[in-house]
T-cell receptor, first 111, second 114 residues
């Protein structure tokens, strides 16, 4: 079964602390994974995708096929990082565009 | 992103009523999607459409129907609304360049079924 699990509903850290938002997936093929973010009063938007191997707003995510994980990390959290974060898996063939989302993790960065 | 709009933004209705949620986009994208968001469950795909003549069920299509009136418009209908369809509904679009394309989301419609 194709599934994405984000075990933490809420992650609360202080400004300047490291952040790791966990994401585990279940997928039989070669996964394509994304992180989407929803800031307060804004729309859900793409943060990064693993195939791009990019760093956006200081966030990185590495695909670990052995652990079936795609954790989102940032070395020093900022208050403006507070948001809801969703991990998503591209389901089926790569052409479908169907995304399976995790349950979401709310990141709260305290001053 | 104002290129993807949803109407209405909020709706309260009663059990058994027929409801239509509308999504319009000016991004010129071929692909459109409807999701619902529930606390603790994340977003789940209801229906998706690759073009006007191609509509597909997502993981939770029961109780819903859709219409792709034009490339730019994708409507979601609840034929007979029930309380467990109370949720936040999102429309999204993506270009037809492969499945890894970014999905662009609308602002959401908050639906309450009493």
């Amino acid at each position: 079964a194709q599934r994405v699990t984000q075990p933490e509903k809420l992650l609360s850290v202080f400004k300047g602390a490291p952040v790791e938002l966990k994401c585990n997936y279940s997928y039989s093929g070669s996964p394509e994974l994304f992180w989407y973010v929803q800031y307060s009063r804004q729309r859900l938007q793409l943060l990064l995708r693993h195939i791009s191997r990019e760093s956006i707003k200081g966030f990185t995510a590495d695909l670990n096929k052995g652990e079936t994980s795609f954790h989102l990390k940032k070395p020093f959290a900022q208050e403006e990082d507070s948001a809801m974060y969703y991990c998503a898996l591209l389901a089926g063939s790569s052409n479908t565009g169907k995304l399976i989302f995790g349950q979401g993790t709310t990141l709260q960065v305290k001053p | 992103d104002a290129d993807v709009t949803q109407t209405p933004r909020n709706r309260i209705t009663k059990t058994g009523k027929r409801i239509m949620l509308e999504c319009s986009q000016t991004k010129g994208h071929d692909r459109m999607y409807w999701y619902r968001q529930d606390p603790g469950l994340g977003l789940r795909l209801i229906y998706y459409s690759f073009d006007v003549k191609d509509i597909n069920k997502g993981e939770i299509s029961d109780g819903y129907s859709v219409s792709r009136q034009a490339q730019a418009k994708f409507s979601l209908s609840l034929e007979s609304a029930i309380p467990n369809q109370t949720a936040l509904y999102f429309c999204a679009t993506s270009a037809n360049r492969g499945g890894t394309d970014t999905q662009y989301f609308g602002p959401g419609t908050r639906l309450t079924v009493l």
